[in-house]
């Protein structure tokens, strides 16, 4: 999920070889010049996306067997769902703003520093609150023997450190709920985004992102690399981080490129309906990605909705919380039910952990990053 907002803006001319020329002036406006000009839709973009995961995960925690969002019924590819799109714009958001972050400050600490603020907090309360309040609530067991259990405490230690081994279970919670037992089915791409941040700071290290042939250099043989390997890649230890590694990629891409790619309705009209083409042919995921990926950065920039930047970022606190209050909603309906209704109470009250999240932790801690 993409955790930055891009406050301060670079040159178009940022991200240029020495001696390289400006690029020269176009009769449409392009994704650097967007960019540079400080407005955009990435608050929006975020909690539409966290509100579809939400709505995406409804169809599961419901419990009706079959059941599948108006994206699964269209067939568009194993696993892909309102969800799964909508992790999909994260990352994408996420490439181009935590790229343009680096590049704006070229300190490794304090990229380290600002990236810690923004993802810890959040997450740290996350878990904890998961293990110790609500597993407290919703535990069939004693309430003593479920706080001295081993299982509690290591949700918590093991979750913390970001590895591949997530624990999706607390003794005796969510046992008979329609989807049973996983505590939050969510948690699971954020080991993902953790490492889409190595891979930045030690391309950002080594002087590759500063360059732009260099970048596109790395990004088209990363890229390859992950096409073509028999096993997994540095950082990526798992198929399931393939998906979302790409389209980080996609997004650091853009950035980079930013001066040569145009915001054009006409262009995203025609990506889609490239995809719409090719929505049989072995090519549609490729044609699905790239609409994807311009699609996100086209909604981010091209509409003026300022109206929404005036309220707090609270698609993170959306995506974290998201999953567990759908399954304590589903444990009081005790028996399958419509995802749309299960969509519908969900929302508001995960609303408000989001709410409560950025006020009392994400605002404040991003208020201790280094500043340049």
């Known amino acids: 999920m993409s955790l930055e907002r891009a406050s301060l803006r670079q040159p178009d001319d940022a991200v240029r070889s020495p001696g390289q020329a400006l690029a020269p002036r176009r009769r449409w406006t392009t994704l650097a010049q967007a960019y540079a000009r400080g407005a955009d839709n990435f608050l929006l973009l975020r909690f539409l996306a966290a509100t579809a995961v939400i709505f995406g995960h409804s169809y599961r925690i419901s419990g009706i067997p079959g059941a599948a969002d108006f994206i699964a ?54 878990v904890v609150l998961s293990a110790f309040v609500l597993g407290a609530f919703y535990t069939e067991l004693p309430l003593s023997d ?24 607390l003794p005796g919670v969510f046992v008979h709920n329609p989807f049973p037992n996983v505590v939050n089915g969510s948690l699971w791409t954020l080991p993902a985004e953790v490492r889409m941040y190595l891979w930045v700071a030690i391309l950002g290290l080594l002087g590759v992102l500063q360059r732009r042939w260099l970048a596109n250099t790395a990004f088209a043989i990363l890229m390859l690399a992950g096409i073509l390997a028999d096993g997994p890649l540095p950082l990526v230890p798992i198929h399931d981080f393939d998906r979302l590694a790409a389209f980080f990629l996609a997004g650091a891409f853009c950035y980079v490129n930013r001066d040569w790619i145009p915001l054009s309705d006409w262009l995203l009209l025609a990506l889609v309906a490239l995809g719409v083409a090719l929505h049989h042919s072995h090519l549609f995921p490729w044609a699905l990605g790239g609409a994807i990926t311009y699609g996100a950065l086209w909604f981010a920039y091209r509409p003026s909705l300022p109206f929404f930047n005036k309220f707090g970022d609270y698609s993170y606190g959306l995506y974290l919380w998201g999953f567990p209050v759908e399954q304590a909603v589903a444990h009081w309906f005790a028996a399958p039910t419509r995802p749309v209704l299960l969509f519908v109470v969900t929302l508001p009250l995960t609303l408000l952990c989001a709410m409560a999240s950025w006020h009392l932790l994400e605002k404040p801690a991003l208020r201790l990053k280094p500043r340049s």
Not at 97 to 113: D, P, Q
Not at 147 to 157: E, G, I, K
């Open 73 to 126: 019924r269209a067939r568009w590819g194993n696993g892909i769902y309102t969800g799964s799109l909508a992790v999909d714009v994260f990352f994408v958001v996420s490439g181009f703003l935590v790229t343009g972050s680096y590049l704006h400050r070229a300190n490794l600490e304090v990229f380290i520093k600002s990236r810690a603020l923004r993802i810890l907090p959040a997450y740290a309360a996350c």
């Open 146 to 169: 479920y706080l001295t259990q081993q299982p509690t405490r290591d949700y918590v230690t093991t979750n913390m450190q970001f590895g591949t081994d997530l624990i999706w279970v």
